[in-house]
């Protein structure tokens, strides 16, 4: 099994996590100035402004992933997630507007994460694909090999060019 002492997390969260209130700041900004300019300035609209503002921060937000060796946990705002890897029952990749990828353990536990997080994030996505044989290698992961297969195509691809890049062979 793995090392209970390795963990990891997704390193980019907080320049997501920068950019989603960034992008709240510039449109309360705009819709500020846009008032100021055409002279309907009021307070009640700069608090709506302000609150138009701060829900899309909240909707932009993305989870803070991170893994253990066991355990991979999706914290979100106002909630924690977090599903026993060594004990996966299925992997499902759920295609919609937004890609997710909905794990479940055998005690119950259920995440549903961003595929792009494990792509962008080799440690993390190790942490999993080990766990997850360990799952499989238990016989209780029946459902998800297809998915975790082709995330494993796409880690190996994104890996592959980020060294090509890096030596300049690209």
Sequence with gaps: MADTAAAAEDA???????????HGLVLVALLLGIDALSDQLALWRALLWVALGALLILVLLPARIS??????????????????????????????????????????????????????????????????????ERGLLLCGGTALRRLARQVDAELARTVFRVSGLR
């Design 67 to 136: 893994a253990t060796a066991d355990r991979l946990t999706a914290r979100c705002l106002w909630r924690e997630h977090t599903v026993r890897t060594d004990l996966l029952v299925s992997v499902r990749c759920v295609d919609g507007v937004a890609h997710r990828l909905v794990l479940r353990d055998e005690p119950g536990g259920r995440v549903e994460i961003d595929p792009r997080v494990l792509v962008a994030n080799p440690a993390l996505w190790r942490l999993l694909d080990d766990a997850a044989r360990v799952s499989a």
């Design 12 to 22: 980019y969260w907080t320049g997501e996590a920068r950019s989603a209130v960034r």
